[in-house]
C-alpha cells in the first residue's frame, strides 16, 4: 500500500506562486510515475503535469511555462508561478507505484490552491 499527502496549497493572489509537496510512503519498491492532476468545481480532474522516468517531463498546455514539476526519489514537487483565477482547483497528487510486485495507481487526498484577490 502506497500513501501520498500533498501539502502548500493555500490561497494566493494572481501572479502570485506557489509550491506544492507530494510525499509517498507505505510499502513499495518503486515509482515510476509522479504526477500532479487538478480538479475545479464543476470539471473534470485534469492532468496538469507528469514527471516519468521513461518519458521526462510533460505539462498541460495551459501551465506550460509557468508551472515546474520535479521529483526526489518519493517525494514530488509542483512549483506554480504566474498563478490565474482559472489555476484555482483542488491539486491531487498522482504515483505509479510496485507494491508486493505490482504495478498500481495511487492518489492522495487533495489540496486546495485558490488564487483570488
Known amino acids: 500500500q502506497v500513501h501520498l499527502v500533498e501539502s502548500g496549497g493555500g490561497l494566493v493572489q494572481p501572479g502570485g506562486s506557489l509550491r506544492l509537496s507530494c510525499a509517498a510512503s507505505?510499502?513499495?519498491?518503486?515509482?515510476?510515475?509522479m504526477a500532479w492532476y487538478r480538479q475545479a468545481p464543476g470539471k473534470q480532474r485534469e492532468s496538469v503535469a507528469i514527471?516519468?522516468?521513461?518519458?521526462g517531463t510533460n505539462y498541460a498546455d495551459s501551465v506550460k511555462g509557468r508551472f515546474n514539476i520535479s521529483r526526489d526519489n518519493a517525494k514530488a514537487y509542483l512549483q506554480m508561478n504566474s498563478l490565474k483565477p482559472e489555476d484555482t482547483a483542488v491539486y491531487y497528487c498522482?504515483?505509479?507505484?510496485?507494491?508486493?510486485?505490482?504495478?498500481?495507481?495511487?492518489w492522495g487526498q487533495g489540496t486546495q490552491v485558490t488564487v483570488s484577490s
Open positions: 498522482n504515483a505509479v507505484a510496485r507494491s508486493s510486485s505490482t504495478w498500481r495507481q495511487y
Open positions: 507505505g510499502s513499495f519498491n518503486g515509482i515510476s510515475v
Open positions: 514527471i516519468s522516468l521513461s518519458s
